[in-house]
C-alpha cells in the first residue's frame, strides 16, 4: 500500500510538472516579439566614446531592450594597432571615413550614415532584421525602445524632433533636395524598418557629404549652427535625404529628453540624450569636459557624484520639476554603476568602500532605475506634417534656454551665488545655467568656490589690461564675450542676471514674447543719459537707447552684439568729463554705471529695440503692483521691516558659505507682520520671502557640506534608511560573466506585463495549481488512513515527521 501512495505521488507531482512547463512554454509562446530588432549606435577607436559605450551598453541590459545591438567601430589601421576597447560591446568593423578619402576634409560625425550603409552592406545581420533603432552613443536607455509599439511603420519611421534644423524651411532645404517640403526637423532616436534604412542609407551619407561641401551656406541665419563650422551637416544629410526618398516621420517629442529639461506632465521618457551640460544644485556634468578621460581602463574611477535623491527632493517643491532633476542624476548614477560593474568584470580589485557606492549597490537605486514604460502621453505625437508642412519653430513653447550670471572669485559673490542657484533650482527655471567666473590667476590659486555653480572661467578684467583703471564692473560684458566664443550654447535663448537676485518663477521667452531682434528686458528708468548729451556721443542712434537693464532676455542671435557691448562699456568708462549726476543719473559720480550704459549704448548702435517688462523683477522694500507675480527678486537695495533691516553691502567681507551653520538675521515672522493695510502687507511679506529663501539656501549648502551640529541625528537616520546595502561581495552581486552577454534574443518579447503573465493564462495556470493541489491533499488523506488502520501511533511532533516517510515503521 506504501508503495502504491508513493507511486501515485510521484505521478501526481509529475502531472504537475508537465502541466506547469507546458503551462510556462505556451505563456514564453506568447512573449515572442512578432519582429526581429536590432540596435545600432556609431562610434570612433577613443577614450571619449569608450565610457560612453559602456553607459549605453549597461543601460541597454538594464532596460530589457529586445534584440541585439552592434556598436559600429570607426577607426584608421593606425588607431586599431593601440585601441584597447574591442570588448566593450558586440561590434562591427568600419573603416574611417573621419578624414574623407576624396576631398581629404576632417568631418568625423560622417562616420555614422557611413557606418550604416558598410553594415546593410557587409554584415549578415543586416540580412535578418525586421526594424532597426539608431541610436547615439551619449544616450541612456531607460525602457524598450520597440519601434511598432511606438507608432512606427513601414514607410513612416518614428524619430525625435531636432526644432534647431531651420535649413528645412529655407535655401537650404531648396538647394539639396528636389522636395523640401517633406524635409522634417528630426533626428537622435531614429527607428525604422529594414527596407526603409535600405533605400535611404546611401542617400544620407551622399546628402551630408553635399552639405559638407556647401561652405556658402554654413551661416547660423541658415542652419542654426552658431559656430557655422558645418557640424551638422549630416544631420542635414539625414534630413534632406529623407526627403529626396520620400519618407516622412512620425515626429515624437517625448520620448528622449536632454537631463535637465522637465518632461511633460505624465510623459516618461525612455531615453536620455546627455549632449549638452546640466546641473543640479551645485553639481554640474558636460560629456565635453571628459574628451581624454580613460576612465574605462583605470580601476575605481567613476564620473563626480551627483546628489543623492533625499537632497535633491529639497531643490524643488513642484513634482515634475522635481521629475527633471532625479532624471539628471538618474543618467549620471547610471553611467558611474556601468563603470563600476565594467571594472568589476575585467579584473579590478573590489571599489573601496564609500557612500556613493554602497548608494550604487542599494535596494533604493535598484528600485529607482527599473526599467521605465512609456505612457500614453509619451505616445502622443507632434502635428503631423503629410498633409501640410509646417514651421515647427512658430509657436513651439519649448525653445532652449540658458541662464548666465557674473561673479567674482569672493565670499560676496559666493553667498549670492548660493541664493541664485537654489533659487534657480526652486523657481522652475527651464534650461541650463553658468556661472560667468572672473578671477585673477592669484585669487583662483586661492579660490574655495567652484564647486557653487556650473561654471565657465573668465580671465579677469576688474584691473583693465591697457588703461590700468580699477572697475570691477566690466567684468560682465566681458564674461559674456568669452562664455560665447568659448562655451559650447546649445540653446537659441539666453536669460541675463546679476548675481544679486533670487528666482521665484521661471523666465521664459515665450511668455514675455522675446523673439530673434526683439529681447525683453526691465525698466531702469535711472538711466538719464539716454535722454541727453550722454547718448548723442556715445551712439549713432540715440533715439534707439532703451533705459534696461537687470533682467535680459536676448535672443542667441542677437546677443552677439556682446563685443559692442564691451567696447561701448570701455568708451563710457573712459569718458569722464561726463560722469556728472545731471548726465548719468549717478549720484556718487563715479561711473560706476558705465557697464550699463555700455549695454543700453550698443543695442542702440545696432537698433536693437527691447520690450520693457515692469512685471519680471521687483526690488524687495518696493510697493508691488496688486495682482503681479513678480519673477525676480534684485536684493541691490537696503530695505527693512520695522526694526529689521537687511543691506547687502553691510555682508560684503563675511564668509558665509564656508562658515559652518552661518545665516543672516531671521526677519520678523510673516505670519504677524505690522502693517497698516493690505499694501503695506505684500510689501512686507516680499521683503521677509528674499531673505528667508537666502537662508534656506545656505542651510541646504551647509547640509551638503557635512556641517557638524545641527540635523546631524536626522541626517544620518535618512542616510541608513536611503543607503539599505545589497548584502555580500560586490563582484559576487554582478556577476561578472554575465557582464558579456551583450545581447538579448532577437525575438524576446519587448516587455513583460506588468502583472506578469496575460490575464488569460494566469487564470489557466492558478486553475491547474488549485487542481493539483487538491488532488495532492487527497493522496496525502489516504496516505494518514492506511497507517491508521494499521494502528500507528503519532505521539509527538518528532514521530509525526518521520512517519511520512515509506518504509520506516516507528516504535
Known amino acids: 500500500m506504501n508503495m502504491m501512495m508513493m507511486m501515485m505521488v510521484v505521478v501526481v507531482v509529475a502531472m504537475l510538472s508537465l502541466e506547469i512547463g507546458t503551462g510556462w512554454r505556451v505563456v514564453e509562446a506568447s512573449k515572442k516579439a512578432p519582429w526581429r530588432l536590432h540596435t545600432l549606435f556609431s562610434v570612433e577607436c577613443q577614450n571619449y566614446f569608450d565610457w560612453q559605450t559602456v553607459g549605453l551598453m549597461h543601460s541597454y541590459r538594464k532596460a530589457k531592450q529586445p534584440g541585439r545591438i552592434t556598436r559600429l567601430l570607426s577607426c584608421t589601421d593606425e588607431e586599431k594597432k593601440t585601441y584597447r576597447g574591442m570588448h566593450l560591446a558586440p561590434t562591427f568593423e568600419v573603416p574611417s571615413m573621419s578624414r574623407h578619402p576624396t576631398t581629404g576634409d576632417w568631418y568625423p560625425a560622417i562616420n555614422k550614415p557611413a557606418g550604416v550603409v558598410h553594415w546593410l552592406k557587409h554584415s549578415k545581420d543586416a540580412e535578418n532584421v525586421d526594424w532597426v533603432v539608431i541610436l547615439d552613443a551619449d544616450m541612456i536607455i531607460r525602457g524598450p ?8 511603420e513601414k514607410g513612416r519611421p518614428l524619430a525625435a524632433y531636432y526644432g534647431y534644423l531651420r535649413g528645412c524651411d529655407n535655401i537650404l532645404a531648396q538647394l539639396h533636395t528636389k522636395h523640401p517640403e517633406l524635409c522634417d526637423k528630426v533626428g537622435g532616436l531614429l527607428a525604422m524598418h529594414i527596407d526603409d534604412l535600405q533605400t535611404l542609407a546611401p542617400i ?15 551661416g547660423a541665419n541658415i542652419t542654426g549652427d552658431i559656430y557655422e563650422k558645418g557640424w551638422i551637416s549630416e544631420m542635414y544629410g539625414y534630413s534632406f535625404g529623407a526627403a529626396e526618398v520620400g519618407l516622412r516621420h512620425k515626429i515624437n517629442d517625448n520620448l528622449m529628453i536632454y537631463p535637465g529639461y522637465v518632461p511633460r506632465e505624465g510623459v516618461e521618457p525612455i531615453l536620455v540624450h546627455y549632449g549638452l551640460p546640466f546641473s543640479v544644485g551645485s553639481w554640474s556634468f558636460s560629456k565635453a569636459d571628459h574628451d581624454e578621460d580613460d576612465i574605462v581602463y583605470n580601476c575605481g574611477q567613476l564620473f563626480p557624484k551627483p546628489p543623492y535623491p533625499r537632497e535633491v527632493k529639497k531643490l524643488a517643491m513642484d513634482p515634475n520639476l522635481r521629475r527633471g532633476l532625479f532624471l539628471s542624476i538618474e543618467c549620471i548614477n547610471i553611467l558611474n554603476e556601468g563603470l563600476l560593474l565594467h571594472h568589476a568584470a575585467n579584473g579590478c580589485p573590489k571599489p573601496a568602500w564609500s557612500k556613493y557606492v554602497n548608494f550604487l549597490k542599494s535596494t533604493t537605486f535598484s528600485v529607482l532605475t527599473r526599467p521605465k514604460y512609456v505612457t500614453p502621453a509619451t505616445l502622443e505625437m507632434m502635428e503631423d506634417t503629410i498633409e501640410e508642412h509646417v514651421d515647427h519653430d512658430v509657436g513651439r513653447p519649448f525653445p532652449k534656454i540658458h541662464t548666465i550670471f557674473s561673479t567674482e572669485c569672493n565670499s560676496y559673490f559666493d553667498w549670492q551665488t548660493v541664493g541664485l542657484m537654489y533659487s534657480f533650482h526652486k523657481s522652475g527655471q527651464p534650461g541650463n545655467i553658468t556661472r560667468l567666473l572672473s578671477c585673477s590667476d592669484e585669487n583662483l590659486k586661492l579660490y574655495k568656490g567652484h564647486n557653487l555653480a556650473p561654471t565657465h572661467y573668465v580671465p579677469s578684467m576688474s584691473r583693465h589690461p591697457l588703461t590700468g583703471d580699477w572697475y570691477p564692473a566690466i567684468n560682465k560684458p566681458a564674461a559674456v564675450l568669452h562664455w560665447l566664443n568659448h562655451a559650447n550654447v546649445d540653446a537659441e535663448f539666453i536669460v541675463i542676471l546679476d548675481a544679486d537676485m533670487i528666482l521665484r518663477h521661471p523666465i521664459t521667452p515665450w511668455e514675455f514674447k522675446a523673439a530673434r531682434g526683439q529681447p525683453v528686458s526691465t525698466p531702469y528708468d535711472y538711466l538719464i543719459g539716454c535722454d541727453n548729451e550722454l547718448a548723442k556721443l556715445h551712439t549713432s542712434h540715440p533715439e534707439a537707447c532703451d533705459k534696461v537693464g537687470g533682467v535680459i532676455i536676448m535672443h542667441i542671435d542677437d546677443l552677439q552684439f556682446a563685443l559692442l557691448w564691451l567696447h561701448k562699456t570701455e568708451e563710457v568708462r573712459a569718458d569722464r568729463v561726463h560722469y556728472a549726476s545731471n548726465i548719468t543719473g549717478d549720484v556718487y559720480e563715479s561711473g560706476w554705471r558705465s557697464e550699463k550704459y555700455g549695454y543700453s549704448f550698443g543695442a542702440a548702435e545696432l537698433k536693437l529695440r527691447h520690450t520693457i517688462n515692469s512685471e519680471i523683477l521687483i526690488y524687495p522694500g518696493y510697493v508691488p503692483t496688486p495682482g503681479i507675480k513678480y519673477r525676480v527678486f534684485h536684493y541691490g537695495l537696503r530695505f527693512s521691516v520695522g526694526n529689521w533691516s537687511f543691506d547687502k553691502a553691510d ?3 563675511v564668509d558665509m558659505v564656508n562658515r559652518c551653520w552661518a545665516k ?6 510673516p505670519s504677524t507682520p505690522d502693517h497698516a493695510n493690505e499694501e503695506n502687507s505684500q510689501q512686507t511679506l516680499l521683503s521677509i520671502e528674499c531673505v528667508k529663501t537666502l537662508n534656506e539656501a545656505l542651510h541646504l549648502h551647509h547640509e551638503s557640506r557635512d556641517c557638524p551640529g545641527a540635523n546631524s541625528l536626522s541626517t544620518s537616520n535618512r542616510d541608513t534608511k536611503e543607503e539599505r546595502v545589497i548584502s555580500g561581495n560586490f563582484n559576487e552581486n554582478f556577476d561578472s560573466k554575465g557582464i558579456h552577454m551583450l545581447t538579448t534574443d532577437s525575438e524576446e518579447i519587448a516587455r513583460v ?13 492558478i486553475f491547474l495549481c488549485a487542481c493539483s493541489a487538491l488532488g495532492f491533499l487527497v493522496v496525502i488523506f489516504m496516505l494518514f488512513s492506511g497507517h491508521k488502520r494499521k494502528g500507528t501511533k503519532i505521539k509527538h511532533h518528532k514521530g509525526r515527521r518521520r512517519s511520512l516517510y515509506p518504509g520506516y515503521m516507528g516504535t
Open 145 to 152: 525602445i520597440i519601434p511598432w509599439e511606438l507608432g512606427a
Open 204 to 218: 544620407w551619407l551622399a546628402k551630408t557629404e553635399e552639405v559638407r561641401q556647401d561652405r556658402a551656406h554654413w
Open 651 to 653: 555682508w560684503r567681507d
Open 664 to 669: 543672516f538675521p531671521d526677519p520678523p515672522d
Open 753 to 765: 506585463h506588468k502583472d506578469g503573465l496575460p490575464n488569460s493564462f494566469r487564470l489557466w495556470v
